[in-house]
């Protein structure tokens, strides 16, 4: 069974940072593209940031130059660290690991931008 986990939300005050986590298990990450994904309130789904099993990242512009995706396959997990955070930055985080036809999510994690 496949599950990924996402961890590390919270609540941060605007220009703070914050790294948040997607654990794997069932699969292995490097053999996936793997993307995160956030979720305002009101809002669509919105793609943030992807690794490709290559190494190769692609980020979404509103993050470009504040976040970065890296992964580590020792421990099968990749991360999202997110700097200079702002309030729009506010929404759910979702992992997610791709590689057709599979397509697996996590349960997402609660990132809360706020002074």
């Known amino acids: 069974q496949v599950q990924l986990v996402e961890s590390g939300g919270g609540l941060v005050q605007p220009g703070g940072s914050l790294r948040v986590t997607c654990t794997s298990s069932g699969i292995f990450v490097s053999d996936y593209v793997v993307n995160w994904y956030r979720q305002a309130p009101g809002s669509q789904r919105e793609l943030v940031a992807t690794?490709?099993?290559?190494?190769?990242?692609n980020y979404d512009n509103s993050v470009k130059g504040r976040f970065t995706i890296s992964r580590d396959n020792a421990e099968n997990a990749v991360y999202l660290q997110m700097n200079k955070l702002q309030p729009q930055d506010t929404a759910v985080y979702y992992c997610?690991?791709?590689?057709?036809?599979?397509?697996?999510w996590g349960q997402g994690t609660q990132v809360t931008v706020s002074s």
């Open positions: 690794i490709n099993p290559n190494g190769n990242t």
């Open positions: 997610n690991a791709r590689w057709y036809p599979k397509n697996y």
